[in-house]
């Protein structure tokens, strides 16, 4: 059972450029979560997604970030006009259906974005 | 929202010593709680979580501990090994469409 599984590991954009990450999850899961993780900060909750639903995004920017998990395929966060700001390393995460928030969150080995 | 607060940011110890790690949260409401090592370069990854109806939970060397009353818990790791340099997190959550909320992190270095 493989498992959670983010694209690419490494990004590299200019100022201004669009930025797209892709998770898919384990087998069998069907929640996801977004977080973002800066130098010497902890793990920041960004948006909460079942298949085509967004449970939650009170932790995503206003503007510039999106995310959708669609019925097929991976889920993606998409960051727009990145700026320098945006560098980080982007965690996804995902859980089994039928976990009530009290569960093991299961990572992937995360997506390191570095805006020059 | 809920608000985790992590101690210390970084802890030094000689292999064999113990080590001990606190957090305090917010919202008396969160009834788990979930500690994850993250290894330089590495994904997070659960290494033991209590719920709110215990007190304490051990798992051969690391053991958590949580007071409800005043909203905090805190991981024990006995024995220290070199491999348990890692950089730790705490999280709390209430559970149903909640998410976890993590504190910023302990960066712990075991010397040998």
């Known amino acids: 059972n493989a498992g959670v599984m983010q694209n690419p590991r490494h990004l590299v954009r200019r100022r201004g450029q669009e930025a797209r990450l892709r998770c898919s999850p384990m087998k069998g899961h069907s929640h996801v979560y977004w977080y973002r993780q800066l130098p010497e900060e902890g793990l920041k909750f960004m948006v909460y997604l079942q298949k085509e639903n967004i449970i939650d995004e009170s932790g995503m920017p206003k503007e510039r970030f999106s995310a959708e998990f669609p019925k097929e395929g991976p889920s993606i966060l998409r960051i727009q006009q990145v700026v320098r700001g945006d560098s980080a390393a982007y965690f996804c995460?995902?859980?089994?259906?039928?976990?009530?928030?009290?569960?093991?969150?299961?990572f992937g080995e995360g997506s390191r974005l570095t805006v020059l | 929202g809920e608000n985790v607060e992590q101690h210390p940011s970084t802890l030094s110890v000689q292999e064999g010593d113990s080590a001990v790690i606190k957090c305090t949260y917010s919202d008396s409401a969160s009834n788990y709680f979930p500690w994850y090592k993250q290894e330089l370069g590495k994904r997070p990854q659960l290494i033991i979580d209590i719920r709110s109806n215990v007190g304490e939970k051990k798992d051969q060397r690391i053991a958590v501990t949580l007071n409800k009353t005043a909203k905090h818990f805190s991981l024990h790791i006995t024995e220290t090994q070199p491999e348990d340099s890692a950089v730790y997190f705490c999280a709390a959550s209430r559970g149903g469409y909640s998410t976890l909320t993590f504190g910023k992190g302990t960066m712990l270095l075991v010397s040998p």
């Open positions: 995460a995902s859980s089994p259906p039928g976990q009530d928030g009290t569960g093991e969150l299961f």
